[in-house]
């Protein structure tokens, strides 16, 4: 489990083990877990490319994600949340070559501050 990218990223970005169970963890949670320190747990990931620093700055909603495995969560099974994890880890890889922009994302959220509430 370790070693498949697929794993760490259910693990460490969207709160599933490998039975497909929900259950948000920390990096201080998961390294003790795995009998690591948070430092290697970092290492670990950035060897995957998934070091939170590369993933916050790639273009893909991961938050959004992660609210919509929380929410399935509540009325899926394990197999259900594990097949919505691989839609999921699929799109991240896609999206892992475009760099966010966070300039257009700043210049986005003043334009829509400035509409008129509806």
């Given at each position: 489990m370790l070693d498949d990218p697929f794993e760490m990223f259910c693990l460490y970005?969207?709160?599933l083990n490998p039975q497909g169970e929900y259950r948000?963890?920390?990096a201080n949670q998961i390294?003790?877990?795995?009998?690591?320190s948070v430092q290697e747990l970092l290492r670990h990931l950035s060897g995957m490319n998934l070091h939170p620093d590369q993933v916050v700055n790639t273009d893909f909603p991961l938050a959004r994600y992660q609210v919509?495995?929380?929410?399935?969560?509540?009325?899926?099974n394990g197999l259900q949340l594990r097949s919505l994890a691989r839609k999921i880890y699929e799109e991240f890889l896609r999206a892992r070559g475009r760099p966010r922009d966070w300039l257009g994302e700043?210049?986005?959220?003043?334009h829509d501050d400035n509409k008129p509430p509806n």
């Open positions: 970005y969207l709160g948000f963890h920390n390294a003790r877990e795995h009998n690591w919509d495995v929380q929410i399935a969560a509540e009325t899926s700043i210049e986005q959220e003043r």
